[in-house]
Nanobody, 127 residues
Framework: QVQLVESGGGLVQAGGSLRLSCTAS????????MGWFRQPPGKERDFVAA????????YYSDSVKGRFSIARDNAKNTLYLQMNSLKREDTAVYYC????????????????????WGQGTQVTVSS
């Protein structure tokens, strides 16, 4: 059974930084793309960032490009999201997800390309 556990969320002032972590178990971590998504209150879950199994390919949503950085440590089965210059509109529950397909090279931006999800971690940015 695949399990994903996020950590690192919290309350931060605008302009601050947070680093989210997601520890995976139950499948060969390095063989699957991973992604971060977020769901603001009352809104749909949206793509934030994705990374290929090898870590060589990354994608970001336009809203976070230049401020957020996705990374992975395949030896530790852990995915990271470094979030800098946080804004109030970054407030959301952040979810990590494991890709549906075996892929060392490709990363995916569609929510439909992910089949396992963590429980989410709350990030709140205050002004």
């Amino acid at each position: 059974q695949v399990q994903l556990v996020e950590s690192g969320g919290g309350l931060v002032q605008a302009g601050g930084s947070l680093r989210l972590s997601c520890t995976a178990s139950g499948r060969t971590f390095s063989k699957y793309a991973m992604g971060w998504f977020r769901q603001p209150p009352g809104k749909e879950r949206d793509f934030v960032a994705a990374i290929s199994g090898s870590g060589g390919t990354t994608y970001y949503s336009d809203s976070v490009k230049g401020r957020f950085s996705i990374a992975r440590d395949n030896a530790k089965n852990t995915l990271y999201l470094q979030m800098n210059s946080l804004k109030r509109e970054d407030t959301a529950v952040y979810y990590c997800a494991s890709g549906r397909f075996l892929s060392g090279y490709y990363a995916y931006t569609s929510i439909n390309d992910y089949d396992y999800w963590g429980q989410g971690t709350q990030v709140t940015v205050s002004s």
